[in-house]
């Protein structure tokens, strides 16, 4: 099980010869997968593409633009105009005001809520 969400040592953004430090569990370790992943991005033209746009929009906006601001670039970059939007129940007056906001920068939002369906979680 990986816990990337507690790490301090955070191997993934470091140099080679800092790695040596990165937690047992970390999925940093397991360098035949990773490299399987790499290649993915570049055996597919299409994953390629959306790789390297969303690389090119978070250096563009890096600590600048807030994550709305980003997908939206993300968006016009790409040339998307319909656009998913999956939230929690609790966050309903977020998504509602997101996708407002979608919808003035010519996208089209369509959203769907985590209950959908009715299903107790139980």
């Not at 939007?85 to 769907?112: K, M, N, Y």
Request: glycine content about 6%; charged content about 30%; some cysteine.
């Amino acid at each position: 099980m990986f816990t990337c969400a507690s790490c301090a040592v955070l191997a993934c953004r470091r140099a080679e010869d800092e790695r040596g430090n990165m937690p047992k569990n970390c999925p940093m370790r397991h360098t035949e997968e990773m490299e399987a992943v790499r290649r993915k991005y570049h055996e597919n033209p299409e994953i390629e593409l959306f790789h390297k746009t969303s690389s090119l929009v978070e250096s563009e906006g890096y600590a600048r633009w807030p994550r709305v601001r980003e997908v939206i670039e993300f968006c016009k970059k790409l040339g998307y105009k319909k656009i998913g939007v999956a939230f929690c129940v609790g966050l309903r007056t977020e998504a509602a005001a997101f996708c407002d906001l979608l919808r003035r920068h010519g996208l089209e939002p369509v959203s769907v809520i985590c209950s959908t369906g009715g299903m107790d979680k139980r």
